[in-house]
């Protein structure tokens, strides 16, 4: 799969997915930069690597190895299928299969783009990122979790809401269950994008990447939100709050 670095993200896009940046979607068919990488990318990608999205059902192969084990995990070899398995799953660890993809967000808050496979191309063949790329996983701050105190709810064990501020047990059925917990709350990075609306003004949201599930959600941005403003996954429902923090000039 081809995509030229820096052309607009077109693979898998979701209608509420912020407009990306192709980076590291390479072909034998296609000639790319190789060169070092700075001292720190390799292990600053990894660690972004961790929240991956997109993940499809197939699997995409490196079109520059060859080698009798690669042709083996493809089904071409003598081997039993537990045996294929466990070789698959090293290709898929070394990185020589990808399936799903990562978003890196740049200080200016433009969004790249990339296979899993960006860092065996790197490592195995020299691959050189174009340097906003680069630069973006090199000025990519990595935050601590915040230790918080939680108010919830709950329903016959149910989690039904989880908010920082304290919650009016009037507002639910006296079976309903509140009370207290403390846990720490990771903090994400999240990007302003402007969402129409229907009399044509602009409504601003938060998008960033859940980092239990890798999926990409949003949350209606209000001028009076602290920053980081507190949020939960669509997809994880109460397992997976956050802090999502933004850059105030955006």
Known sequence: MY??????????P????????????????????????????????????????????GFQTCQF????????????????EDERRALRQACHEDGRFSSAEIR??????????????IAHYVEAHGYLPPPEFVEAVMQTMFLTPRRMIL?????????????PEAIDPRNYPASFVIDEIERDIPVVFGVIQLW???????????HYICPRCGTEQNVDLHPDDANPRFGSCDSCLWRSPVLIQWRQDQ
Not at 104 to 117: E, F, N
Not at 151 to 163: F, I, K, M, N, Q
Request: a positive charge; charged letters at 25%; glycine letters at 12%.
């Open 65 to 80: 190895c060859t080698g009798e084990d690669l042709d083996a995990a493809l089904g071409t070899g003598p081997l039993s």
């Open 196 to 206: 129409d609306g229907s009399g044509g003004e602009k409504h601003p949201h938060l």
């Open 151 to 163: 108010h919830r709810v709950r329903e016959h064990g149910r989690v039904r809401c989880l908010s």
């Open 14 to 57: 979701r209608g509420c997915d912020p407009p990306a940046l192709n980076i590291g979607w390479l072909d034998r068919a296609h000639e790319f930069t190789r060169s070092t990488v700075p001292t720190g990318f390799m292990e600053r990608l990894r660690r972004l690597m961790l929240t991956r999205v997109k993940q499809m059902r």
């Open 104 to 117: 890196v967000t740049g200080q200016d808050g433009r969004i790249y783009a990339s296979p899993m496979m």
């Open 3 to 12: 995509f030229p670095d820096l052309s607009p993200y077109t693979y898998a």
